[in-house]
């Protein structure tokens, strides 16, 4: 057995695959050259939309890689259909429409893995894609797409393999109540969406993307991912405002971002949420790059942060204390019909 694979009863707080490392640093191969060239926005891109897929991982056959590969492009898809269809809608039109795709998405996810592609995939992209005017959401999309189709193709350069990958992160989507879940999960989308709105009117759909990232079925995963995706994603976006500040040369930056990806890509089978923070600092970087004010730079990534914390919170609330409070009003019900 690799001894850079964690066991799944005993992860280790972080463990670097070479096979997932190499995998991130082929997959920056289109990136790094963009960025070198001068086109920053589209390496940065690029590598984001290569982050589905690669940490899905590099399956053990070739057919399983194509399947990655395509489940992946639903990302993409996702963040189109929230720019194209939901940005166009009213607030409160857009917020019944997220409660609806999250209950379907929960709902079929008891019985059929589409169902579990959509809570995945499918359901943070819209949020992601709701922040975007069409043209840009079409081609950010685009991007994540052509991303996760050339994640794919690198992939297909490993052997094949007998060892199956662990279907538990598969089974993490899944809710032994689904409709209670998928009430609950619709919830955190549609308060989350209304809220962000509020609070950043310039990424509205950021606040509900945090809050959908973290919100998952079993009580104590919600309660272990509020707190660290919202640290690593901090640490991120702090990182992103020092970098940007320091207006570093094209080829440190592709350097930069290239070590980034491998690093999270590399370790994303480790107990600590690393990937967050990798994210936040791509994504903050390719928004605050062409900024010249300080001050806006450190107030859109404050903006950032808030959104981030204020998702959270609207997680933790739904996939932690109301269920605890359904939990206590059951057993209560149950003390008094007994007596």
């Known amino acids: 057995m690799n001894k850079n694979i964690a066991t799944k009863n005993q992860p280790n707080n972080i463990v670097f695959s070479k096979t997932d490392g190499l995998h991130a640093a082929l997959n920056m191969i289109p990136a790094f050259i963009l960025i070198l060239s001068g086109n920053l926005t589209a ?19 070739r057919k399983k890689r194509i399947v990655f590969s395509v489940i992946s492009c639903v990302f ?17 039109l857009a917020a019944i429409a997220f409660f609806i795709v999250a209950f379907v998405a929960s709902v079929i996810a008891a019985k059929k893995p589409i169902g579990i592609v959509m809570l995945a995939f499918f359901l943070p992209a819209l949020a992601v894609g709701y922040s975007y005017s069409p043209s840009v959401g079409l081609s950010l999309g685009l991007v994540f797409i ?41 919830l955190t989308a ?9 609070i950043d009117p310039v990424f509205i759909g950021w606040t509900a993307t945090s809050a959908l990232l973290i919100m998952r079925p079993l009580r104590g995963m919600v309660g272990l991912r509020g707190l660290a995706r919202t640290l690593s994603t901090i640490l991120g976006t702090l ?27 590399g370790t994303r089978l480790s107990r ?14 390719l928004q605050l790059y062409e900024e010249q004010n300080i001050n806006a730079i450190r107030q859109l990534g404050y903006s950032r942060i808030l959104d981030n914390i204020l998702g959270a919170a609207i997680a933790l609330f739904f996939g932690l204390l109301v269920p ?14 007994g007596t």
């Open 43 to 61: 390496g940065i891109a690029f590598a984001l939309g290569t982050i589905p897929a690669s940490q899905l991982g590099v399956a053990p056959n």
């Open 76 to 92: 993409g898809l996702g963040i189109i259909g929230g720019s194209l269809v939901l940005h166009n809608m009213s607030l409160w």
């Open 146 to 186: 052509l991303g996760s189709l050339w994640s794919g193709l690198t992939s297909m350069l490993w052997p094949e393999s007998k060892i199956q990958n662990s279907a538990d992160g598969a089974k993490a989507f899944v809710s032994s109540n689904p409709k209670i879940y998928g009430v609950l999960l619709g």
């Open 190 to 198: 549609s308060v989350a969406l209304v809220l962000g709105t509020y």
């Open 239 to 265: 990182l992103a405002i020092i970098t940007v500040q320091l207006d570093l040369p094209a080829l440190v930056t592709a350097l930069l971002i290239s070590l980034m990806m491998i690093f999270i890509i």
């Open 272 to 285: 600590w949420y690393i990937v967050p923070m990798g994210t936040a600092f791509l994504i903050l970087t």
């Open 324 to 337: 605890l409070m359904l939990i206590k009003i059951q057993k209560h019900s149950h003390t008094k019909a």
